[in-house]
């Protein structure tokens, strides 16, 4: 009796570890094929139409727990009272976008440098990646340094580095003899550029300034130099200057190139139909829905129309009109100068979003 129990107690044991078995790998190849789908389905998918969701998940991080916020986004900090703008997430019409994943993000990109470059929005979108990566791995030794031309923020448990590199033009302002030249077509700062993994470029919001807001006093195009020209006109042939230096210059198979599309404003409430309004101060909830009346800004045409004809791969983070819906999330008054600001963004807040796509982009 004893040994027929013992054979049957054996028998039931190989049974349980073979079922065991069966179902563990029934449930790698469901998730492996669940995440297949996914792929398929956001690759079929335009990621940038689609409505903001409420979310009470949200935010990813909160901001008091990130060291790496610049005291002008940092809108908690500076007295902001409501939350609700942090409990949004975008939503695709035709298919659902995976979650951030820092930790996914820091195992993918062990070893590697990523470069944003751009103006004060790329800088945004920099230090909202940090926090993003830092809620991630929260014990992860980080080491920050740099030189006068980037800063270099480093994962260092993961060799992963985020670089920030400031060009409000991508092309060059040199100093001659009458004084800083924007040189339309002149870009020599793409030799550092190129030895990057990953780079996500941006440039718009410093076009249109002027006197002694703008860095320069000339602009060069060819070889006539002008006091000044139409700054639209300006910005399409700097962008065509990035645009053959991404094709002449960058290795696709060595580096992932991405273009932050054009970030709005909020100063006019006619565009999200209140006239009379002048600023973002008074605002606490996206757009429904989602168009924006006012339409596209021409500067994005002109940066879609540019990368269009580019032979690489270059992918267009096309985030203008979403960011458009988001009257609700800049810093307004909440900052360390307390000046209205209703063209940065909050972190946490809208450009977590962005990095949200970014990270679509770069796994999909």
Known sequence: MGFVTQSLCSILVTFLVIFSCLCEANSEQYHSNHVRLRKQEVANCNVYEGSWVYDNSYPLYESSACPHIRKQFDCHKYGRPDTLFLKYRWQPKGCDIPRFDGQDFLRRFKGKNIMLVGDSLILNQKESLVCLLHAA???SKIIVGGNDLYTNTTFEDYGVSILLFLSHYLVDIEEEAIGPVLKLDSLKNGKIWRDMDVLVFYSWLWWYRSGP???WDYIQNGVVILDDMDRMVAFRKA???WAKW???DVDPVKTKVFYLGISPSHYNGTDWNKPGVTNCANET???NGSTYSAGLPSAAYIVKDVLSTIKKPVKLLDITT???LRKDAHPSSYNAYKGMDC????VAGLPDTWNQ???VGLTN
Do not use: E, F, G
């Not at 063209?343 to 909050?346: A, D, E, Y």
């Open 137 to 139: 791995a929260p014990n």
């Open 213 to 215: 807001k703008k860095p």
């Open 239 to 241: 962008l065509t200057t």
């Open 246 to 248: 991404v094709d002449t």
């Open 285 to 287: 909830t996206p757009i």
């Open 322 to 324: 979403l960011s458009q």
């Open 343 to 346: 063209t940065h963004w909050c």
């Open 357 to 359: 796509l970014l990270y």
